[in-house]
């Protein structure tokens, strides 16, 4: 039957596939990550995850989620069950349970540290930097300052009637109420490349696997030449060579004009020099050659077979996106009507695309191949500042090398032979870090920290920063409360000679929500190091700034602490482990560690 268009609860709507037994329906609102900005980010998932913890349990399956443009709530189950939660999410976006406000945001810091940074994330990162898209490769700064009334009014300001579309499957829902209230539609986002970004590119990070991502303009060409690139580079690296497992291809849009691809090959690092050439290689053939009529029927056969397949619920999703992005979408039809009229002209075009504004993104240590178009990311240069000039502070009658220059522009620091440049024009955030310091982002990626203590004039240049920044950019770091709680702890111990570096790498090793209890310098297996217990786990480090050694042990794993004379013993579920530690704070962690080991035990619902 296609695909029927209609009305539910005044948003438009799009039924599909009415034969399926079961009812499934997404209330999708435009606006996501990359509406966001670094200081506000994050807050688009609070409101999501506030809502749907107000819909209380239901025996029906439900879910959310935030993508870079939109955000979707979703249900499946009888046409009631399903008319029952999109009446109920509207509302619940409206009146967020605001009592449970920090619960939430731990939930969220606890995502964020589990999930941790996807190869994706760095992708967007590498092309984008700190707005739109890359923002998902950093922290949601937005969290470490929203309040609830500011979250509310940002949900009252995004989730409005305007902003709003929904489809479904199988059966439509029943006694559906969407209450929105009117507002305004968010203008539809648009994808900014890194200013200063020189392309191609040559990247080094992280390890197994190559890709080639490019940001070329969208169209039928562009995804044909992608599937294409992507089967020749498969038959050559999987089947004849050996050297990578499968070949993968992404186009996905990021705007209305441009897509975001990516071909990339999972391979063992030692054959990724070899991935590497053959992808740029099939890349050059396509723009030289165009495709070869096998091909094109090949590719032509298989579009004919999706477009009369019976399934339509992806088409009635883009139907969605092209209502709230104000986009237009081509259907099925024009797609294998665009295939068929495909020439090799407009395919060695679009394969010049995607080779003129690659990424290429190699594991680390894989070389950048000598005398190509080649440039290596990052290396671009920044316009120096020129202005008030300051020099490092004496450190024991000592100037080290340095200067820092001040102009009403930006600052330039100037150390070990190397250039940064922080323009106040593309500053995104500023973090208010521990010492007074503060961490500049920029959005072009001239960052960098002014720290008072290293500079003469230090306060002056701090002073500067805060004057001639937007004050809605600062935000506190995370890291400066880690440090003061670290402080605080150190305050109470009985022997602070000896592990001064390993007190000071303590706060960058704290997670969001840890809370940090006792520290005391102890020694294991003559090592002496620093003692720290948590609220989740005790950690010892030793070592130097340059080699620091962590052993973790989860509290959750330890049975039993004793105290013996000057150590402390702790059985987990798979050792025993011994720490020397002065005789007078032994018993204050075998307390701390005992009554953790009691809660556990007592923890209501356990089942193993």
Not at 241 to 246: T, V
Not at 308 to 328: C, F, G, I, K, P
Not at 388 to 399: D, G, I, M, P, S
Not at 423 to 434: G, H
Request: overall charge negative; aromatic content about 6%; hydrophobic content about 45%.
């Amino acid at each position: 039957m296609g695909l029927q268009e209609t009305e539910i609860s005044g948003l438009k709507a799009w039924g599909a596939d009415p034969d399926a037994t079961e009812c499934f329906a997404m209330l999708v609102f435009r606006g996501g990550l990359a509406d966001e900005t670094l200081t506000t980010s994050g807050r688009t998932h609070l409101a999501e995850h506030l809502a749907m913890f107000g819909i209380g349990r239901t025996r029906y399956s439900r879910n959310a989620y935030v993508a870079d443009r939109r955000c979707a709530f979703h249900a499946t189950g009888t046409p009631e069950e399903v008319g029952s939660f999109l009446t109920a999410i509207a509302a619940a976006l409206h009146t967020l349970p605001l009592d449970r406000f920090d619960d939430e945001l731990n939930v969220l810091r606890l995502e964020e540290a589990h999930v941790g940074v996807s190869f994706h994330d760095h992708l967007m990162r590498f092309r984008f930097g700190p707005r739109g898209p890359g923002l998902s490769w950093y922290r949601a700064f937005g969290l470490d300052t929203v309040r609830p009334d500011e979250l509310q009014a940002f949900a009252a300001e995004r989730f409005v009637a305007e902003n709003a579309a929904l489809w479904f499957s199988g059966p439509a829902p029943v006694g559906v109420e969407i209450d929105l209230p009117r507002g305004r539609r968010l203008p539809p986002p648009t994808a900014d490349p890194i200013g200063r970004l020189e392309l191609p590119a040559y990247v080094e990070s992280g390890t197994g696997g190559v890709a080639v991502a490019s940001l070329p303009p969208r169209s039928i060409a562009m995804s044909f030449t992608l599937e294409i690139a992507r089967r020749r580079a498969h038959d050559r690296l999987r089947e004849e060579l050996g050297a990578a497992y499968g070949v993968n291809a992404e186009y996905f849009a990021v705007d209305s004009r441009r897509a975001h691809t990516l071909l990339v090959a999972d391979c063992l690092d030692e054959q990724a020099a070899r991935s590497r050439d053959t992808l740029l290689d099939v890349i050059e053939r396509l723009a030289a050659d165009g495709f070869t009529p096998e091909e094109h029927a090949d590719h032509l056969r298989g579009a004919q077979q999706w477009a009369d397949r019976a399934e339509w619920t992806s088409d009635a999703d883009a139907a969605v996106d092209d209502e709230l992005l104000e986009e237009s979408s081509p259907s099925r039809a024009e797609i294998v009507a665009g295939i068929e009229s495909l020439t090799d002209e407009t395919v060695t075009e679009a394969a010049r695309a995607l080779a003129e504004n690659a990424i290429v993104v190699v594991p680390e240590g894989v070389a950048m191949p000598k005398g190509g178009r080649l440039r290596r990311w990052g290396s671009w240069t920044i316009p120096p500042i020129t202005g008030e000039r300051f020099a490092r502070a004496r450190v024991r009658l000592q100037r080290p090398d340095g200067t820092i220059e001040l102009g009403d522009d930006g600052l330039t620091l100037r150390e070990d032979g190397e250039q940064s440049t922080a323009r106040f024009a593309e500053v995104v955030i500023v973090l208010r870090m521990p010492r007074d310091a503060l961490d500049l982002i920029a959005a072009d990626l001239g960052d960098l920290r002014v720290d008072p203590a290293l500079w003469d004039g230090g306060e002056r240049l701090i002073a500067a920063v805060e004057e001639r920044v937007a004050p809605e950019l600062f935000v506190t770091s995370p890291l400066l409360a880690r440090t003061e709680a670290v402080e605080e702890a150190v305050q109470a111990m009985q022997h602070q000679r000896l592990v001064g570096v390993e007190t000071a790498a303590l706060p960058e090793l704290l997670l969001d929500g840890e809370e940090l209890a006792l520290v005391e310098r102890a020694e294991v297996a003559l090592k002496v190091g620093l003692l720290a217990l948590t609220s989740v786990r005790l950690l010892f480090l030793y070592g130097d700034g340059d080699d620091m050694d962590v052993r973790e042990v989860p509290l959750a794993r330890v049975e039993r602490a004793e105290a013996e004379k000057d150590q402390l013993r702790l059985q987990t579920d798979e050792e025993e482990l011994r720490y020397k530690l002065p005789e007078e704070r032994i018993a204050l962690f075998e307390r701390h560690i005992a009554e953790h080991v009691a809660a556990t035990a007592r923890a209501p619902g356990a089942l193993f």
